[in-house]
Every structure is written in C-alpha cells, then in structure tokens.
C-alpha cells in the first residue's frame, strides 16, 4: 500500500498492515524547511515546500495543508497579522462583526480573489503536484461556522450574544458557513483528501447549546462538502471533548480529530466502530518536553487502548498541532512505533482481519 491507500483504507474500515499516521505538523513544517512563520504564512512556495521538506525528513503518511486558524476570517474583512516574523497570524484591531448592521458589509466568498485563499489554494497545488500520487494529504478549510464566528466577534463578545442573543448568532454563522463552503470546496477541486475544520470554541459552551445552534450548523456544513465534493470531512474540536463526543459523532463527519485531553479508548466506544479517529498524543507535555523513550511509551498506549476496543478506523497523530520546538527525535520515536509495532497492530486488532 502506498501511504495514501493505506489512510484512505484505515478511514474506511478496511484490513491495514499497520496504523497509518499523521501528525498534525503545521508550524513545525516551518522550522524543519528554515522558513519564518512570516514566510510560511504569506507565501504560497514557501508554505509548500515546508511540507514538502518536511514529508521527506519523516516520511508520514499524512500531511496537512495549513496556515493558521485566520485565512477565512482575513477573506470575510477583518485585520489579520503577526507582531514579528515568527509568530502565527491572529486577529488584530477591532473585531469585525460588533452589530447586526455589520453583517451587511461581508461580501460574498470569493476564493479567486479574497485574502489568502489563492495563496492557500496555489500552496496545495503544489504539495499535490509533488506528493498527491502517494501520500495522503489533508486541507484545512479553517474554522467550522461558530469557531469563525467568535473570530469575527471575539470570544467574550460571542458568548454572551449566544445567550443573550442566539438569532443573531445563528444569522452570523450562516454568513460564515458561505465560506468555509466555498473554501472547502475548492481545496477539495485542488486536490485535497480530507477536508478538516476546526470549532474549537464548541467545547465551552455546554452541551445543551451545542447540540441546538452549533451542531446544525456543523451538519449543515459537513453534508454540503460531502454532497459536493464526495471528499471525507473531518472535526476537531481541541480540549477535552468527551461530554459532547456522542454529538459530535452525530454530525455526519466521517473523522473526529481528538485532542489528548480526551480517553482514546473511552471515545472508541463513545463513538462507535463506523467513526473515523485521528489523534491523539499530548503535543506538548509528551511530543515537545517529553524523551524519546516516553513518546515512544505514550504512543504504544494509545496503540492499545485503540486495540482493546476493536477499533479499526484510527490514524495516529498528535492531539492537536505540533509545537516549532518539538524535537525531531521525538516525532521519529511516534512514527517508528508505527512501522515498528504493525505486528501486534494486526494480531491485537482481529477484527482488522475481517
């Protein structure tokens, strides 16, 4: 199998000779190719030859195409930028979106034209001209439709208007999923694999509201990009998710990327066989700060944990995005557990046999 048959038959069930992996390697492409966060951020050949760079030193199966969690904010009008060459884009100035009136003035997705998509667009051109045959590649299509929204509004300010004014927030995010439709879509006819979101945001505001305003909307989304692009979508959702797990199994994605806050193996059996699961090491505690011989530790026991629940459809990967610092010792201790254990992968997991 190549690396991209291999993840697209784990994602789908199918017998694997080995866990596939996929690192959520962003930043840290970066530092691997010697680029500024600024350059990594701004230009679309440097941003491709991180990857690029970056899948040759460590040979994963998966790459990520992604910048930062601002593209589709920036294309929607608000102030995007760094305070010096090596820190990731956020959110400067006002906010974009402080009253109803404001939403009036957010044109329509334009991914020719507006902020960085063409950047992001030419960026995953090249990444799958140079790996698309054999590697599995994923394209973030930025943030689900509540997550871009308290990027627009601020995070305080979103979450009192949830409770205080839940229409207008529902009218807010509907503008957003425009977006990351449009943006999803695109990465999907440029070549993508997996298109991933994230809504990290969902995960403070209790269930009860996620599963009235947010998850819809989150199913809305995830059916349109499936429907249009017949591609696989995914949902991150950072911190520890497990009270909303059942839901966000409910929202039609067919991967949940889970941060490491979360039981790897509690969310098997919260989730079901059918569910795609990418993750789901601490990239900090264990993949930036930790030894060699930990990661390698901490990767077998997630390994197990997956076992034991008889889940198939699971790709190894860091919780969330790798940290600049991490050591590259350490990323090659996860990904050698891989190649390294295949053997108790197959005879622990049976039904991998089936």
Partial sequence: ??????????????????????????????????????????????LADSVIRYHERFCPDAVW?????????????????????????????QPLVQSAADLDHIPAPD???QGRYPLMLEALSR?????????????????????????????????????????FVQALMARCEDYALAYGQALAATGADLLSGGDSPAGLVGPLSYENILLPAEQRLITKLKTS????????????????????ASSSA??????????????????????????????????????????????????????AAGHRRFVLSSGCTLAVETPSQNLDALLAVSGIDSHLWVRTAPSLAR
């Fill in 1 to 46: 199998m190549t690396s991209k048959e291999l993840v697209h038959a784990a994602l789908h069930g199918h017998p694997t000779p080995r866990v596939p992996t996929g690192p959520l390697a962003v930043h840290f492409c970066a530092r691997v190719a010697g680029y500024t966060l600024r350059q990594y951020t701004t230009d679309a050949q440097a």
């Fill in 111 to 113: 991914v020719a034209t």
């Fill in 65 to 93: 195409l992604s910048a930062d969690t601002w593209v589709s904010a920036e294309a929607m009008g608000a102030q995007v930028g760094a305070l010096d060459d090596h820190q990731p884009f956020g959110g400067l100035g």
């Fill in 254 to 307: 067919d991967v949940l990327e889970l941060d490491h806050a979360v039981d790897i193996g509690s969310a098997c059996h919260a989730v079901g066989l059918g569910m795609g699961l990418w993750g789901n090491l601490d990239p900090v505690a264990v993949l930036a700060q930790g030894t060699p011989a930990e990661v390698t530790a901490a990767t077998r026991k997630v390994l197990a944990a997956v076992q």
């Fill in 127 to 167: 990444i799958v001209a140079a790996l698309g045959k054999d590697v599995f590649i994923v394209a973030c299509f930025d943030q689900y439709p509540f997550s871009l929204a308290a990027a627009l509004m601020g995070i305080n300010e979103i979450m009192v208007k949830l409770h205080d004014d839940p229409a």
């Fill in 229 to 248: 692009t017949g591609k696989l979508v995914s949902l991150h959702i950072c911190g520890n998710a497990t009270r909303i797990l059942p839901l966000m």
